[in-house]
């Protein structure tokens, strides 16, 4: 049974660029959250999918998008790097939002 | 507003001897409760989850939590710690509603020594 898989593990970026990180979710579930965790933080929410759409956001600017395709895989996009963009991002998935979430084990982005 | 705090940044135990993490949070409505532990460069694996009833429960790995209405708190216990617990420890919060993120502690850094 797989579990939630993220794509990549590491990427270093530039500022202003732009990046596509990409989570698949545990077999037989609908629903995906991305959270972002800075260096020594707790995770914060970004947004949840489901649907294929946004169904509720965190406290995050319009540079960090998302989508979620039918196969139930989504893909969080962040235009413009900043330097305070580098953290841990992780994916976590689970049957109509319902709790717990399982999570993956998060793609690293350094923005240099 | 939603928040959880855990108040020990960094706690140091010895091999085989107990563990509290101490939790608490703040939450409107009814909340459902989590541990969450984090290995260096991994993700977040589930401990336990408290959603009703009996306000003791048990998790994977030999942990326990109970969650204490009166003190907001959901505190992580474990009676005799082994060096491979040495993680970082996050309590979360979340709604028993379907699209209710969850919000994290800053986590506890826990050190095992010999």
């Known amino acids: 049974d797989a579990g939630v898989t993220q794509s990549p593990t590491h990427l270093i970026k530039t500022r202003g660029q732009q990046v596509t990180l990409r989570c698949s979710p545990k077999?037989?579930?609908?629903?995906v959250s991305w959270y972002q965790q800075a260096l020594g933080q707790g995770p914060q929410f970004i947004f949840q999918?489901?649907?294929?759409?946004?169904?509720q956001r965190g406290n995050f600017p319009d540079r960090f998008s998302g989508h979620q395709f039918p196969n139930y895989s989504s893909e969080l996009n962040v235009n413009a790097l900043l330097l305070g963009d580098s953290a841990l991002y992780l994916c976590?998935?689970?049957?109509?939002?319902?709790?717990?979430?399982?999570f993956g084990d998060g793609t690293r982005l350094s923005i240099l | 507003a939603q928040s959880v705090t855990q108040p020990d940044i960094h706690i140091t135990v010895s091999e085989g001897a107990s563990l509290e993490l101490r939790c608490n949070y703040s939450?409107?409505?009814?909340?459902?409760l989590f541990w969450y532990v984090q290995s260096p460069g991994q993700g977040l694996q589930l401990l336990l989850k408290y959603f009703s009833g009996d306000t003791l429960v048990q998790g994977i790995k030999g942990f326990e939590a109970e969650f204490k209405r009166s003190q907001s708190s959901f505190n992580l216990r474990k009676p005799s710690v082994h060096w491979s617990d040495a993680a970082e420890y996050f309590c979360a919060v979340g709604g028993n509603s379907g699209n209710t993120p969850l919000v994290f502690g800053k986590g506890t850094r826990l050190s095992v020594i010999a």
């Open positions: 999918y489901y649907e294929e759409e946004e169904r």
């Open positions: 976590a998935s689970s049957l109509k939002g319902e709790q717990p979430q399982h």
């Open positions: 939450y409107g409505a009814t909340p459902y």
């Open positions: 077999s037989g579930h609908d629903t």
